[in-house]
């Protein structure tokens, strides 16, 4: 995904994601991270895995449970992602994250990155 596009959040949070995006989402389901209160990744849940896989992947090597670093960057990806699942509009509910905040609530100007 490229580009802006403006998206809507509707009084129950609730983000409709424009059709071009929904088609990347063929079963529907949606896995968020938030990240830093400044934006949301979106994958499919087979991409979220190989996205956590490749931030472990350096000079050959991959994740390391012995390596206390990575347990806890591990631990901290898998614990903030959240998967959800479209609704028949196209929407997702973000009021299920944790990691809203009051200023995606209705009537607050911002922007956010998805």
């Given at each position: 995904m490229y580009g802006t596009r403006r998206c809507v959040i509707d009084a129950k949070i609730r983000l409709t994601l424009p059709a071009?995006?929904?088609?990347?989402f063929p079963d529907k389901?949606?896995?968020?991270?938030?990240?830093?209160?400044?934006?949301?990744?979106?994958?499919?849940p087979e991409k979220f895995e190989e996205w956590v896989k490749s931030l472990f992947?350096?000079?050959?090597?991959s994740y390391d449970d012995r390596n206390p670093g990575q347990r806890k960057?591990?631990?901290g990806l898998r614990g903030s992602a959240v998967e959800l699942t479209l609704d028949s509009a196209?929407?997702?509910a973000l009021g299920k994250l944790d990691a809203v905040d009051?200023?995606?609530r209705p009537g607050k100007p911002t922007r956010r990155q998805l």
């Open positions: 071009d995006i929904r088609k990347d389901r949606v896995v968020l991270v938030p990240f830093k209160n400044e934006c949301l990744y979106g994958f499919t992947e350096t000079n050959g090597r960057l591990m631990r196209g929407r997702l009051e200023s995606l």
